[in-house]
């Protein structure tokens, strides 16, 4: 498999809760590099706790850049923000521009950890997109509203709205009712992406493919995905295009089916 594109991950450094140091930044893309990734886009978080300013984002990637460089990792480093809802509302169109995935058209938003949070959320993206806004959604499977309401996420999906998935999820690093939620996600075509939402090189680590590697033995065939969910539609989505269509997707045996019905409800 050529290097994947990582679209999701907190590489920039002392600037959210990810790298506190540029050392620490330097490891991190190392260990993104090793793991097979060719490029991978910052994406600090945009929101109120963290106070990122969005128009100082592009030159801290150019920073990154030179670093990367003078380092000899060979890892491309593309702009880009994790944006909250609320914070989204706030931002000037050219705050917004800075942090679009690549620099092109699509904005990666938070989904919301907690129910209180996620009121509204479903109704809100829907009339972002209606507007033509094109988003991509950050972690999905660890968002409560969508478990226990995943017709949302789905009715979201139909709309145009994107997805990109952590790929721990795949291996329980959110929990049993997270993964169980991820391999139905994976199973009912609800998912465009597998990200690493990395934020240092072991506990929250970049690589992408292990996920797939253990969702394949619940789901045989879906590494048949791999290419696609980590390069056709990244790709896509930095050039701010449609993304190709996705391969089959795999049938999940009677017995599992009923587990994961069981698990991502619970």
Known sequence: ??????????????????????????????AAAAAGTRTIVATPHIDHRHGVDPSSVPEAVERMRAALHDAHIELDVQPGGEVDLTRMADLTAPELDAVRLGGAAYVLVECPHTEARGAGFHTAIAQLRRRGEAIVLAHPERCPAFHRRPDRLRELVELGVLTSMTSSALLGRFGGTVKAFSLRLLREGLVHNVASDAHEPRRRGPELLAGLHAAERQLPGVLGQADWLTQGVPAAILAGGTPPPGPPLPEAPRGMRRWLRRRAAA
């Open 1 to 30: 498999m050529a290097g994947v594109i990582d679209l999701h991950c907190h590489l920039l450094p002392g600037i959210d809760d990810g790298p506190e140091d540029l050392e620490a930044s330097l490891a991190l893309a190392r």
